[in-house]
């Protein structure tokens, strides 16, 4: 195949794992710290936007936005609009990404009501102007505490709206069990919403993704990586048609592995051998300097899967995407009509 770069920028994507925050442009951060005049300097800005060799986790920047940041809902359809605006730019139709709205609410001071609503402004707003169908997954913040995670979910499910379509749990793993917030997600379901989870993303056991299955009952899994370490169980989950939304440029792994082992040992490599459902995704992507074409790029230089793997992968997202099933089986026919087109003319 010729440009490869240009035939994975022009498939039609999903994504199914970004978080908002994550996605700011630096301008948009440097504006802010300008207008707030927040205690953040020109050269911790730098470091917030340096991917090195060994990466830094990104919270401290998802957290300096709650804390410094945000504080008009008008930043936050901003925000919106500006992720969708790049999705858009590589393919990316139909796009599911998370938000915190605890740290909105504690920190911004943003009531829930008030915040939801400018995100969805901001949805409405890029499908409008950029094609692009965006959809919220509200998401618990996994270091506060079990009683914060069921208030969150209840604003949701009383403030519901087409374009929230579901919750996660986000932030750091370590210490911070699924089965902290399962009455949390039991309230989810009794509320209808759909739900996913992080789980085996810092190296963490593989029953964290058995317990986000079993117990809190999700419908996908967002990284998932240690499922690897117990086949019996990942045969289990390939059974059942579990979608994973995995990172290409996952910071934990980067930082661990060696830079000349990093591609050949990262679990994504194994997963699909297992029989799992990959989905590549973004996650932070301003932070982690990728592109949806990048994540999709990555999946063939450097875990080497071929475009016959790419049009799984494209279906893996179709069918883990909350959509309707009508939706979802004219995508299906219409989106591998397109990809074949492409690839027979690239």
């Given at each position: 195949?010729?440009?490869?770069?240009?035939?994975?920028?022009?498939?039609?994507?999903?994504?199914?794992?970004?978080?908002?925050?994550?996605?700011?442009?630096?301008?948009?951060?440097?504006?802010?710290?300008?207008?707030?005049?927040?205690?953040?300097?020109?050269?911790?800005?730098?470091?917030?936007?340096?991917?090195?060799?060994?990466?830094?986790?990104?919270?401290?920047?998802?957290?300096?936005?709650?804390r410094h940041l945000v504080r008009r809902p008008?930043?936050?359809?901003?925000?919106?609009?500006?992720?969708?605006?790049?999705?858009?730019?590589?393919?990316?139709?139909?796009?599911?990404?998370?938000?915190?709205?605890?740290?909105?609410?504690?920190?911004?001071?943003?009531?829930?009501?008030?915040?939801?609503?400018?995100?969805?402004?901001?949805?409405?707003?890029?499908?409008?102007?950029?094609?692009?169908?965006?959809?919220?997954?509200?998401?618990?913040?996994?270091?506060?505490?079990?009683?914060?995670?069921?208030?969150?979910?209840?604003?949701?499910?009383?403030?519901?709206?087409?374009?929230?379509?579901?919750?996660?749990?986000?932030?750091?793993?370590?210490?911070?069990?699924?089965?902290?917030?399962?009455?949390?997600?039991?309230?989810?379901?009794?509320?209808?919403?759909?739900?996913?989870?992080?789980?085996?993303?810092?190296?963490?056991?593989?029953?964290?993704?058995?317990?986000?299955?079993?117990?809190?009952?999700?419908?996908?899994?967002?990284?998932?990586?240690?499922?690897?370490?117990?086949?019996?169980?990942?045969?289990?989950?390939?059974?059942?048609?579990?979608?994973?939304t995995v990172v290409p440029t996952n910071s934990?792994?980067?930082?661990?592995?060696?830079?000349?082992?990093?591609?050949?040992?990262?679990?994504?490599?194994?997963?699909?051998?297992?029989?799992?459902r990959v989905h590549p995704n973004t996650d932070?992507?301003?932070?982690?300097?990728?592109?949806?074409?990048?994540?999709?790029?990555?999946?063939?230089?450097?875990?080497?899967?071929?475009?016959?793997?790419?049009?799984?992968?494209?279906?893996?997202?179709?069918?883990?995407?909350?959509?309707?099933?009508?939706?979802?089986?004219?995508?299906?026919?219409?989106?591998?009509?397109?990809?074949?087109?492409?690839?027979?003319?690239?």
């Amino acid at each position: 195949m010729g440009d490869i770069e240009n035939f994975v920028r022009s498939i039609p994507k999903v994504e199914l794992h970004c978080h908002l925050f994550g996605s700011v442009r630096r301008d948009t951060f440097a504006d802010l710290v300008q207008r707030e005049r927040a205690p953040i300097g020109e050269d911790e800005i730098a470091a917030f936007y340096t991917r090195g060799s060994k990466p830094v986790g990104v919270l401290r920047v998802l957290r300096a936005l709650d804390r410094h940041l945000v504080r008009r809902p008008d930043d936050l359809h901003r925000l919106t609009v500006e992720y969708l605006e790049d999705a858009a730019a590589h393919e990316v139709r139909y796009a599911e990404f998370f938000w915190n709205p605890t740290g909105t609410a504690r920190d911004s001071g943003i009531p829930y009501p008030v915040a939801v609503s400018a995100i969805v402004r901001g949805i409405r707003d890029a499908e409008r102007r950029f094609g692009i169908v965006g959809r919220l997954v509200p998401s618990i913040d996994r270091e506060g505490t079990p009683a914060e995670a069921l208030e969150m979910v209840r604003w949701v499910a009383g403030c519901r709206t087409d374009e929230v379509v579901g919750i996660g749990i986000d932030y750091r793993e370590v210490d911070r069990p699924p089965e902290l917030f399962a009455e949390a997600y039991a309230e989810a379901r009794r509320a209808g919403l759909r739900t996913t989870a992080h789980a085996g993303e810092f190296g963490m056991p593989w029953t964290h993704v058995q317990t986000a299955l079993d117990l809190l009952q999700v419908d996908r899994v967002d990284h998932g990586y240690t499922v690897v370490d117990a086949p019996d169980f990942a045969a289990r989950c390939a059974e059942r048609g579990t979608v994973f939304t995995v990172v290409p440029t996952n910071s934990y792994y980067l930082r661990t592995l060696a830079p000349e082992r990093w591609a050949l040992d990262h679990p994504i490599r194994r997963m699909p051998a297992l029989g799992l459902r990959v989905h590549p995704n973004t996650d932070d992507p301003t932070l982690h300097h990728v592109t949806p074409t990048g994540a999709w790029l990555k999946m063939v230089r450097d875990f080497g899967f071929g475009l016959d793997d790419l049009r799984g992968f494209m279906h893996n997202g179709i069918d883990g995407a909350w959509i309707d099933e009508g939706t979802r089986a004219r995508w299906r026919r219409e989106w591998t009509a397109e990809f074949d087109t492409l690839r027979a003319v690239a």
